[in-house]
């Protein structure tokens, strides 16, 4: 299921790509804390993400409902590093945290989707 999920994603086969995913997809990235609370919002993320952009998936290691996924984002001449760890149930990804190791400072968001926690002990 990861691999037709970044083999959708690349071939920006959006309709397919939101097959997979659970309507309450749960998706975060503790980093940035950004995240979003659906699949339609996952999907979206994905079809409005700025730039040229290809994964190519370095490492995959399933276990049962779980994967790591270590993915090459490359968007033009840059490339990061990715750690997605998923979670499926009933044949659908149902939560997606991503990890990026290096500094990273996520782009101006085209979906409403996106959400952003406050910064750690700043007042809500």
Same mark, same amino acid.
């Given at each position: 299921?990861? *691999?037709?999920?970044?083999? *959708?994603?690349?071939?920006?086969?959006?309709?397919?790509?939101?097959?997979?995913?659970?309507?309450?997809?749960?998706?975060?990235?503790? /980093?940035?804390?950004?995240?979003?609370?659906?699949? /339609?919002?996952?999907?979206?993320?994905?079809?409005?993400?700025?730039?040229?952009?290809?994964?190519?998936?370095?490492?995959?290691?399933?276990?049962?409902?779980?994967? !790591?996924?270590? !993915?090459?984002?490359?968007?033009? /001449?840059?490339?990061?590093?990715?750690?997605?760890?998923?979670?499926?149930?009933?044949? /659908?990804?149902?939560?997606?945290?991503?990890?990026?190791?290096?500094?990273?400072?996520?782009? %101006?968001?085209?979906?409403?989707?996106?959400?952003?926690?406050? %910064?750690?002990?700043?007042?809500?």
């Amino acid at each position: 299921m990861i *691999l037709r999920h970044w083999e *959708l994603a690349n071939a920006r086969h959006w309709d397919e790509f939101a097959k997979l995913l659970a309507s309450d997809l749960k998706y975060e990235v503790p /980093q940035t804390r950004e995240y979003i609370e659906s699949g /339609q919002g996952y999907a979206e993320m994905f079809s409005t993400w700025p730039g040229d952009w290809k994964a190519k998936i370095t490492d995959l290691v399933c276990d049962g409902d779980k994967a !790591i996924c270590i !993915i090459d984002f490359n968007v033009g /001449q840059d490339s990061m590093k990715g750690i997605s760890v998923f979670e499926v149930h009933g044949g /659908q990804i149902a939560r997606v945290t991503d990890y990026w190791p290096e500094p990273y400072e996520p782009p %101006p968001r085209e979906t409403a989707h996106m959400k952003r926690r406050p %910064p750690a002990g700043s007042a809500a």
